[in-house]
C-alpha cells in the first residue's frame, strides 16, 4: 500500500511511501529519510506532482501513540496555506521532538489531577446572566465575545463555561498572551478547580512539555493554559478555546513561522466544530467589526465586580507646570500622589520605556552610542551599567574617554524607567520603590515581588507596558502615566487602535477592591483626540469612529495586507532583488503591491531590510497567487524573504 507521510520539516508536501502496515490517517510512523530516519505522520492527500521518478522507501514502523485527529490535520493544511508556511513546518509546531513520540507511554501525570472540586465563587446576577449567554448547549462552532471592564470578573464566568466542558469528558484550552507570570492567574484556576493546570508556554523545562504533550494526546491532561503555541497541541477531545485578552498585539508570533494564534485559534475551533470564546475589555477592531456584521454573538458585563466603580481620569497640563531639567514629575502630581500614599494605597508611574535613557552622545567628542547591528539607539541602562539594543541584544560599556583623551560629557536624553525611579527616589525617599519591567520581572524571584506588590509591601511601582497585563494589586489606586505623549507607540495604522488598548488595560489595574481611584495623565499636547477617547469610559464609541476610518481608506480588516520583507547583508543585491521582484509579481496578483520602501528600521543584526506590502480581497486567492509567484522567481543567493500575513508591526 502507498501512503503519504508528512516530515516536520521545510516540504510544502508529503513524500510518497511504501508499507504493509496498518496505517490510518494521522499516524505517527517513522521513515526513512535521505541517510537518516525521520518521524512522519500519514497524511491525508498524496503529493500531486506525480512525475517524480524514484525508487519507494519502506515504512519502518509505526509508533503506539494516538493518532492526530483529522480535522487537526485539515485545520494544519488550511494553516499552511493562510500563512503560507510549508506544511511540514506546520506539522513541526504540533510535533516538538522525536522523543515525545518515541518514549510516549511511561509518562506520569500524576501532578495534573483532573478532579474538580467544590468552591465558594458565587457569580453576580450579571455574570450569571453572561454565562447564560455563552454557554448555550450547542457543541458546535460559533465565536462569542464576553467584553466586560476590567475587573468585572470575566475569568471566574469563563471558568464557570469551562467547567460545564470538562464534566462532558472533553478537554479545553485557554490562551494567555502574557504567559511569563501566569503566578496570580494558576493560584486563582486552582481555587476554582481544585487541581494544577498544564502550564504551556516556550520557556517551560522539556521534561514539562514531554509530560504534558503525551497527557494531551492520551486525555490524561484535559486543560492547558498557554501561550501562542499551545494551540497546536495534539488534543484528542478538545471541547473549548478561549483566548484571553483577545485583542492583545503579542498573540502575534512576529517571527520564524509567521501568524496570529487568534485568528488561528478561532480558525482551529472552526475545523474542530466546537465553540469559542473571546474574553476582552476592549475588543480588537476585527472582532468589533464580526461583531457588527453579526459573525460573532457577543454579551457585556457592564459593572465591574461588587459594583467597584472604575477610575476617574483627570489630565495635567505640563505646559503649566514648567518643569526643571531633568525632571518629569510635575509638583501638582506630587502632590496628589502623597494623598493617595498616606492612605497607604499604592501608586504607579507608567512609562512605556525600559532602562535609563534611550539615547545617549556626549557633548564634546559629539559621539552617539548607535547599535552597530541595527539602525537603532543603544538605550542605556543604569543598573547593569551597559547600553543595549532592544532589538538584537548587543551590550558595550559606556566609554568614559572622548578622542583626545578628555573625560566624556554624556548627554543622556529623556527618561526610561530607571530615571523616573532615581526622580521619584528623591521625592518620596521613605517609600519602597520598585521597577516593573520585563528587565526586573523575568526573573526566578519574580513571584516573590508579585506576592510583596499584592500584600502592599511597596508603595511604588514604575512600570513598563508589562504591569498592563492582567494583574490584581488590590491596593493599587492611583496611576500616574509619566508622558502620555512619550508612551505613545509610534506610527502605524493601528497606533490608536493599541493606545486605546494599553491605557484601558492599564487603567483596568487601579480601584479594583472599591476604593476611590484616578489615573493621571499628564501631557504636552492638550488637543489630543487620543486622550478623549482614552478617558471615555465606552470604549465602542472610538471602535465605530476607528472602523470607518479603515473602512474609508481600504485599510485592514476591510482589505487583506500581506507585507513581505526582505532582507540581506548584501544592500545593493538587496535593492536590485526587491524591484525585480516587485515588477515580477505586480499584475500576477489581482491586488495592489505597494513599495519597496527601506524598513523604518533599515537594519536588524546586520542584515538590511526592505518591505512591500500587498493588498487586496479577503480571500485565499492572494494567498496562493503570491506562493506561485515566490516559488517561481529566482532570488539571488543571500536573500531572505519572510512573509507576514496580517502584519501588526511595520518596523
Ligand atoms: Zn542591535
Ligand atoms: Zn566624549
Known sequence: MRVPILIPNIFNYPFTYESNLKLRLGDYVQVPFGKAKAIGVVWDEFEKNKNKNYAMKQVIKKFEV???????????????????????????????????????????????????????????????????KMNISNQKFRVHVLQGV??????????????????????????????????????????FFGFKPAIWHSAITKKNREIIWSGIVNQKINVVIGARSSLFLPFKNLGLIIVDEEHDQSYKQDEGVIYNARDMAISRASFENIPINLITAVPSIETFKNVKVKKYKISKILNRFKNASLPNYEIIDLNKSKLPSKSWISQEVIEKVKKYLKKKDQVLFFLNRRGFAPFVFCKRCLKKYLCPNCSINLVYHKHNKNLLCHYCGYKENLKRRCNNNDTCDFI?????????SEELKKIFPDQKHIIFSSDTMNKKDSSKILEKIVNNKISILIGTQLISKGFHFPNLNCIVVVDIDLSSQGHDLRGAEKNLQLYHQLSGRAGRTGKPATVYFQTYNL???????????????????????????????????????????????????????????????NSDVLGP???????????????????????LKIQNSLSLAIKNFKFEKGIKLSVDVDPINFN
Open 66 to 132: 494516538p493518532n492526530l485527529n483529522k480535522n487537526t490535520i485539515r485545520f494544519l493544511n488550511w494553516f499552511s496555506e493562510y500563512n503560507m508556511i510549508p506544511k511540514g513546518m506546520a506539522l513541526k509546531l504540533v510535533l516538538l521532538s522525536s522523543k515525545v513520540v518515541e518514549e510516549l507511554p511511561k509518562k506520569n501525570y500524576e501532578s495534573f489531577n483532573n478532579k474538580i472540586k467544590t468552591n465558594e465563587f458565587q457569580l453576580s446576577p450579571q455574570q450569571k446572566e453572561n454565562l447564560k
Open 150 to 191: 476590567t475587573g468585572s470578573g470575566k475569568t471566574i464566568v469563563y471558568f464557570e463555561a469551562l467547567k460545564k466542558i470538562l464534566d462532558k469528558g472533553l478537554q479545553g484550552l485557554i490562551l494567555l498572551p502574557e504567559i511569563g507570570l501566569t503566578g496570580q492567574f494558576e493560584k486563582k484556576f486552582i481555587e
Open 412 to 420: 543622556f536624553s529623556g527618561p526610561g524607567v530607571e530615571r523616573i
Open 527 to 589: 488637543n489630543k483626540n487620543m486622550i478623549v477617547d482614552i478617558t471615555n469610559k465606552n470604549p465602542d464609541i472610538f471602535l465605530e469612529k476607528e472602523l470607518e476610518i479603515r473602512k474609508k481608506n481600504n485599510l485592514p480588516p476591510f482589505q487583506r495586507f500581506i507585507s513581505l520583507i526582505l532582507s540581506s547583508n548584501d544592500e545593493r543585491k538587496l535593492q536590485k532583488n526587491s524591484l525585480e521582484f516587485k515588477n515580477y509579481i505586480n499584475g500576477k496578483l
Open 597 to 619: 520602501v527601506n524598513a523604518p528600521i533599515y537594519k536588524i543584526r546586520k542584515k538590511f531590510r526592505v518591505r512591500l506590502l500587498i493588498r487586496g480581497k479577503k480571500t
